[in-house]
């Protein structure tokens, strides 16, 4: 991951904050791609979301009796890292959820069929990334919606799971919206890297292993190098501790 490491320097991305405050500015592609690609077009329709019975409308974690915990990246920067980081986690046999920003899949359409090609699980994280719980009604279902349109465009479906955007938690408001968009629950976490504070790649390390637990589900950004570095130091201390990095589909399934 050197080569990772070294591509993610000075990559930056929106991150999301329990104050809804971005640690740093969005990075703007050089090299976007035409909205109007479709790598999809000859690949079966992506999963749809699932109702989980068993758990809330707000799911902050899986069932705390199984050694399982996931991984999700809130998708957005530069493609090359996610790439990398989507490769070192494949090498490891650690399968992740990436919630990609809309306007993102916009500029690098084929990104969602990578996420997918590899078995990991792809979903909604709004159009554009804004602080949606300070929205309107209809403002943040244009948030909800347009993300959705661009997953279903690109995959078949709307993704498996929505995550609200500069915010850990769904108002009641947003958590309605996305019901009616076709998201039956709202996907937070109980473990936050605070990658998206640059505090180096020791720091996210000990952070994600400081709280995770069976069943953890654990908020993590691409576009940071943080981020790219810890993740090999991330996956050996998982594995260490017999846990397992699976899909947040399969960590409640």
């Known amino acids: ?27 703007v592609s050089r090299t976007a791609a035409s909205p109007s690609a479709n790598p999809s077009a000859k690949s079966a329709a992506a999963p749809a979301p699932r109702r989980f019975p068993q758990q809330p409308a707000e799911i902050t974690h899986g069932p705390r009796d199984r050694p399982r915990v996931a991984l999700t990246f809130h998708g957005q920067g530069d493609p090359a890292v996610a790439k990398a980081l989507l490769g070192e986690a494949e090498k490891a046999g650690a399968r992740v959820t990436v919630l990609a920003v809309g306007s993102w899949l916009d500029e690098h359409p084929d990104i969602a069929r990578r996420i997918l090609d590899g078995g990991h699980d792809l979903g909604n994280h709004t159009l554009r990334h804004l602080a949606i719980n300070a929205m309107s009604e209809a403002d943040a279902e244009a948030e909800i919606r347009g993300c959705a349109d661009r997953l279903r465009r690109l995959t078949g ?94 960590l409640l399934s």
């Open 157 to 250: 479906s709307i993704g498996t799971w929505f995550r609200p955007s500069r915010t850990p938690t769904a108002s009641a408001l947003v958590a309605g919206v996305a019901r009616r968009v076709g998201y039956p629950h709202v996907l937070s976490y109980d473990v936050d890297s605070l990658d998206y504070t640059s505090p180096g790649a020791p720091a996210v390390t000990r952070q994600v292993i400081g709280g995770v637990r069976d069943g953890s589900v654990v908020s993590l950004h691409f576009g940071y190098a943080d981020t790219v570095a810890a993740l090999p130091a991330v996956l050996e201390e998982l594995g260490r501790r017999g846990l397992r990095a699976v899909t947040t589909t399969e």
């Open 1 to 27: 991951m050197r080569s990772g490491v070294a591509l993610a320097a000075g990559t930056l991305a929106a991150g999301c904050s329990t104050t809804g405050v971005v640690a740093h500015p969005v990075a």
